[in-house]
Nanobody, 127 residues
Framework: QVQLVESGGGLVQAGDSLRLSCTTS????????MAWFRQAPGKERVFVAA???????HYTDTVKGRFTISRDNAKNTVYLQMNNLKAEDTAVYYC?????????????????????WGQGTQVTVSS
């Protein structure tokens, strides 16, 4: 059984940085598409960033230039470095894993075709 566990969330001030981690057990992440989504109170869960098995990255426009997704296959962990945080970044952040090749990343994101999800970690940014 694949399990994803997120960590690193917290309460910060606008302009601060946080690094989220997502560690997978039960399956290696080496060739998988790994992604971060977020869900603000009263809103739907939305895509934030993804990284493929070939290390290509994709971001939603609102975080480009501020967030960086990366992976450490040896640790079976994916990270989300978040800089210059804004109040509108406040949300529960979820990690997701898809057993899919890099060329399918846009379809996987659009269809939310992920095989496993984490339980989420809260990020709160005070203005």
């Amino acid at each position: 059984q694949v399990q994803l566990v997120e960590s690193g969330g917290g309460l910060v001030q606008a302009g601060d940085s946080l690094r989220l981690s997502c560690t997978t057990s039960g399956r290696t992440i080496n060739n998988d598409i790994m992604a971060w989504f977020r869900q603000a109170p009263g809103k739907e869960r939305v895509f934030v960033a993804a990284i493929t098995g070939s290390d290509s990255t994709h971001y939603t426009d609102t975080v480009k230039g501020r967030f960086t997704i990366s992976r450490d296959n040896a640790k079976n962990t994916v990270y989300l470095q978040m800089n210059n945080l804004k109040a509108e970044d406040t949300a529960v952040y979820y990690c997701a894993q898809a057993n899919a090749p890099p060329e399918r990343v846009l379809i996987v994101i659009a269809q939310r075709a992920f095989d496993a999800w984490g339980q989420g970690t809260q990020v709160t940014v005070s203005s």
